[in-house]
């Protein structure tokens, strides 16, 4: 069954340009000139009921615009989305039910609360059986392992306490769609793992369909099969996320980090010198030759500290789709 449905999709926004100079200004008094900024230019897709799909794209994508659509929060300029067979942007209290938005940037708890009381107040807007409510809420609690701290004020969690505080309350009305944008984004290695694993567990035993986007490649990889590549407000690959893992994961980054006084030189011999910035150097390599690489370096150069990481996401992607935004210019007379 198709949890979401989403045809030719559009969300444009008319921004005000500013003009430079007094004679511009003056004349901007009477005439405001607006760009349409194309945020999410005609997208489709379908994501079955228990999928679980990555969202991804560089930044100014049209991620987080398409899941607000998704939600509801904003309307589109054009075309079509049904969600578990609800409009969103009709805001049926019934549809509210059945979905949640988390978004790693926004603060969704009272900030000044203990976590509970958020809880609480979830309970009563979605009127969520008391018992339930107590047998859910351990549950979440405990799998995400902040039982103690619900009793805490939101203010004095460490952001990855929060955020998994955020995906509980987001979760305890039982959502069947559940639109993730960023959930691991400033966290650290640790909890970033903490929320992967639960989410692996729970999207499968919950069956839950869900829409990710997320700049780590790691959170990706671990939870998804399918990823749906936007850029430019364009959808421009659907289907198997192994495909973009290996044109992401051709190359990897080595981080060097000398110890000496002086830039060494010849280090553009060992790969692609992208960020030198001494006493610090980031080489690009191809995957299969970092160990090679590495170990040259290594004897070529007295270092105070290496390391060797994936490529972030968004620039393996950036290179897919090198072309840069277009925005075009419409100037609309507006009185004033
Ligand atoms: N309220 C708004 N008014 C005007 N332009 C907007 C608005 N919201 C988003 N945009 C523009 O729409 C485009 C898409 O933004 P969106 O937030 O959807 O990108 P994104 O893929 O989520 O990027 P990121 O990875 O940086 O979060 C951007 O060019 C952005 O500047
Ligand atoms: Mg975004």
Not at 13 to 23: A, H, M, N, P, T
Not at 39 to 44: D, M, P
Not at 126 to 133: K, L, Q, S, T, V
Not at 164 to 193: F, K, Y
Request: a neutral charge.
């Amino acid at each position: 069954m198709i949890a979401v449905d989403v045809r030719q999709l559009r969300k444009t926004y008319r921004v005000f340009r500013k003009r430079e100079g007094l004679w511009a200004s003056i004349k901007g008094l009477f005439r405001r000139e607006y760009q349409a900024v194309h945020a999410v230019a005609g997208v489709s897709f379908q994501i079955e009921q228990g999928e679980m799909v990555a969202f991804l794209g560089p930044n100014g994508a049209g991620k987080t615009t398409t899941l607000k659509l998704l939600s509801g929060l904003i309307y589109p300029t054009s075309g079509e989305a049904t969600v578990l067979g609800y409009v969103p942007w009709k805001r049926d209290i019934a549809y509210r039910r059945r979905f949640a938005l988390v978004m790693g940037q926004k603060n969704q708890l009272w900030w000044d609360l203990p976590a509970q009381e958020s809880f609480r107040l979830h309970k009563e807007i979605y009127r969520i059986e008391p018992a339930d409510f107590d047998r859910r809420l351990d549950e979440l609690t405990g799998l995400l392992e902040v039982r103690k701290l619900v009793g805490q004020p939101v203010r004095e969690l460490s952001l990855g306490e929060r955020m998994r505080m955020e995906l509980i309350a987001a979760l305890l009305h039982r959502p069947d769609v559940l639109l993730l944008d960023e959930p691991t984004i400033g966290l650290d290695v640790v909890s970033q793992r903490k929320v992967q694993d639960f989410l692996k567990f729970y999207q499968a035993e919950q069956r839950l369909t869900v829409l990710l986007t997320s700049h780590y490649m790691k959170d990706v990889q671990a939870l998804c099969q399918r990823a749906i590549i936007i850029n430019e407000g364009e959808i421009k690959h659907d289907g198997s996320l192994a495909q973009v893992v290996d044109r992401f994961s051709k190359f990897k980054v080595i981080e060097l980090q000398f110890s000496g006084e002086t830039r060494p030189a010849g280090l553009e011999r060992f790969g692609e010198v992208f960020d030198d910035n001494f006493p610090r150097a980031k080489l690009r390599v191809p995957r299969n030759q970092v160990p090679e690489i590495l170990s040259a370096l290594l004897t070529a150069y007295s270092l105070e500290d290496v390391g060797v990481h994936d490529r972030p996401i968004e620039e393996a992607i950036a290179e897919m789709f090198t072309s840069t935004r277009t925005i075009s210019s419409e100037t609309v007379t507006v009185a004033t």
